[in-house]
């Protein structure tokens, strides 16, 4: 049984042509039929440019948005609707790493109330009490317990990154999606975040959905990757699989763009023609067509369904075709 089973997820806003009258016009469609699987200890990876609806997924997977349709099922539970005292335990299990270090902390309150908030919520006393639990905690992720009393603005960006682990943590969750946690660091802390979420998730043996555009930092820490566009999954491998063997054209375009240390001379570049398209407004058939350099009359008329065309590999493409681009 898969710790997380996600099927057919939709996430659309609704939209409204007058303020006054307030006439409802076409929604936009944030997440558009996401479907994935996830296991115990597994890092799912997913990426895509921005507005493809990574950050909406995410939310939506743990209930911070509610779903437009589809279902999301925790330990073979369904979830989807949970209410009350049934969704405050899921809280429990699930967790989140925000992108802002800064934004996601309460500029009003000590670290130690940050951090201890989780305890107090859930009405848990851990042995000890929880002033020590929050200073263990404060310890693991690299921070001085004797800070326990300062404020978010006296840290670091990548001292807040951390503070925000340690909330995640705190409870002792299955399941932690990290949304873009290192975009706003700089490379060297990037490095040092990461390694930290991977020593806690040996240690905890916990799963994470990491979004990120970073396709370097997606692949030294993922086990699968799913790339997104305009809300719907493009596909789905394995990491080296999916980096060694790209076969959907856009996947393709991503690849060609991320930097390596020594570039071949004639290493192709694949550049994407035209802008996004409007979620509020996605093209028919495939939602890539419009930027597409193989597109044809056919990618207008139908939609791509994805197709396992590798085990474990899955490809929502009319063309797929394998092409190096690293």
């Not at 902390?105 to 201890?116: K, S």
């Not at 409870?171 to 991977?198: F, T, Y």
């Not at 192709?268 to 979620?279: C, K, V, Y």
């Not at 008329?301 to 085990?311: D, F, I, R, S, Y």
Request: charged letters at 20%; a neutral charge; proline letters at 8%.
């Amino acid at each position: 049984m898969s710790l997380l089973t996600v099927t057919d997820l939709r996430k659309h806003f609704p939209t409204y042509q007058q303020k006054l009258v307030r006439v409802e016009g076409a929604p936009i469609k944030a997440v558009d039929g996401l479907t994935l699987k996830l296991e115990a200890g597994e890092t799912l990876g997913l990426v895509g440019e921005s507005g493809c609806g990574k950050s909406t997924a995410g939310r939506t997977i743990l209930r911070l948005l509610e779903p437009t349709s589809g279902t999301i099922e925790f330990e073979g539970k369904d979830v989807t609707n949970a209410t009350g005292s049934e969704l405050a335990h899921l809280r429990r299990q699930m967790q989140m790493v925000f992108q802002d270090p800064y934004g996601s902390l309460n500029p009003r309150h000590p670290i130690g109330a940050i951090i201890a908030a989780p305890f107090l919520i859930q009405g848990i006393k851990p042995e000890g009490g929880t002033k020590r639990a929050v200073q263990e905690l404060m310890e693991r992720v690299g921070l001085n317990p004797e800070h326990y009393n300062r404020y978010p603005h006296e840290f670091s960006g990548g001292q807040r990154q951390r503070i925000g682990v340690a909330r995640a943590i705190a409870l002792k969750p299955k399941l932690v999606v990290c949304d873009e946690p290192v975009s706003a660091l700089d490379v060297s802390i990037q490095a040092q975040v990461i390694n930290l979420l991977e020593d806690i998730q040996q240690e905890q043996n916990l799963a994470y959905v990491f979004i990120a555009h970073d396709l370097s930092v997606v692949r030294h820490i993922s086990d699968r990757v799913m790339v997104m566009y305009l809300g719907k999954v493009m596909e789905v491998a394995d990491r080296d699989a999916l980096y060694e063997r790209p076969m959907h054209p856009y996947t393709q375009a991503l690849m060609s763009a991320v930097p390596v240390p020594e570039p071949r001379r004639d290493r192709e570049r694949i550049l994407l023609t035209g802008d996004l398209p409007s979620p509020q407004n996605p093209p028919s058939g495939c939602v890539f067509r419009t930027r597409c350099p193989i597109a044809t009359e056919r990618c207008a008329a139908e939609v791509p369904m994805p197709t396992e065309l590798e085990p474990g590999h899955l490809v929502a493409c009319h063309y797929p075709q394998v092409r190096t681009v690293l």
